[in-house]
């Protein structure tokens, strides 16, 4: 087949694909299911907290670790979901079938506060991060997928998500304090 053949069958698939996923939002995920609102308290909750409970003298330094956790985990959900290995068959809106509301604001939120809470009291963070880790996993995620929000095929299963989502807080602090150490430095121009 030319590379213009396989092109045309690969766009004409991704359209059967998104309608396909439309169609599952609308009838299964959509306003009138608890799904939608568990996804969109998922969303408004940790944000409303993360306002009023972020040291606001620490501001960048803390949303940096926060975008990087979503970024990091962003990229291994959309890779995991372009697998098959993970799915979110109920997300926030037919436009992202990934898990937004966890990669983007759940997790990153949550992890910002320890982050924050770590720091500010001068506890291990990687002690207290594995903790939560734990937490997400096996709780978080067994629970979404006990009610369908979170479905794992090809051997995926949860000690998987814990060691990601290690990597991804590590990964996250370490880059986090990479940007302090380059705060601290005088360069020149």
Not at 73 to 92: E, F, K, T
Not at 95 to 103: A, E, M, S, Y
Not at 123 to 129: G, M, P
């Amino acid at each position: 087949m030319s590379e213009t053949k396989l092109y045309h069958k690969i766009y004409e698939q991704k359209e059967q694909l998104s309608s396909l996923i439309t169609e599952h939002w609308n009838l299964y995920s959509g306003i009138d299911t608890w799904y939608f609102w568990f996804n969109i308290a998922s969303v408004l909750i940790p944000l409303l907290v993360l306002y009023f409970k972020i040291d606001k003298t620490r501001l960048f330094e803390i949303c940096f670790f926060g975008y990087t956790t979503h970024i990091l985990w962003s990229y291994a959900d959309s890779a995991l979901n372009q697998s098959n290995y993970l799915v979110h068959p109920h997300s926030l809106t037919h436009l992202f079938p990934v898990g937004v509301n966890v990669t983007a604001v759940l997790f990153p939120v949550t992890f910002m506060l320890l982050y924050q809470y770590c720091m500010n009291r001068e506890k291990n963070f990687y002690i207290h991060a594995i903790i939560l880790s734990l937490i997400f996993a096996y709780g978080f995620g067994g629970l979404s997928d006990a009610v369908n929000l979170l479905k794992m095929h090809k051997n995926m299963n949860l000690t998987y998500l814990f060691l990601i989502d290690i990597a991804v807080v590590f990964i996250a602090l370490w880059m986090t304090k990479l940007f302090r150490k380059f705060k601290g430095m005088k360069i020149k121009a």
